[in-house]
Nanobody, 122 residues
Framework: VQLQASGGGSVHAGGSLRLSCAASGFSLNDYGVGWFRQVPGSVREAVSCISSDGVDTYFGDSMKGRFTISRDNAKNLVYLQMDNLKPEDTAEYYC????????????????WGKGTQVTVSS
């Protein structure tokens, strides 16, 4: 039972990346997923989440209007589309199995995936 984030890379400011969160050993269809990011020496920050039915989503303040989250239950994947990336978005991005509240964001995480590095240059 594990999660794996992928799709990171290096882009210039204003560019886009789409991260994927893949599950193995269980179906993501029954669970919400949260995305987080962390810069070395800083606390992990909640980026976004999506509920199991896709109805509820959450975005951190600095991500609103730039990031979108979606899920493809047929493929057992959750996507984080990141547009208009900024250098301050540079971080290791992680996905986790979680609950998702529109106001509170991701919570109750119980499975964490390995991260994927996103680097945005100015």
């Amino acid at each position: 039972v594990q999660l794996q984030a992928s799709g990171g890379g290096s882009v210039h400011a204003g560019g886009s990346l789409r991260l994927s969160c893949a599950a193995s050993g269980f179906s993501l269809n029954d669970y919400g997923v949260g995305w987080f990011r962390q810069v070395p020496g800083s606390v992990r920050e909640a980026v976004s989440c999506i509920s199991s039915d896709g109805v509820d989503t959450y975005f951190g303040d600095s991500m609103k209007g730039r990031f979108t989250i979606s899920r493809d239950n047929a493929k057992n994947l959750v996507y984080l589309q990141m547009d208009n990336l900024k250098p301050e978005d540079t971080a290791e991005y992680y996905c986790a199995r979680s609950l998702c509240g529109k106001q509170v964001g991701p919570h109750g995480m119980d499975i964490w995936g390995k991260g994927t590095q996103v680097t945005v240059s100015s």
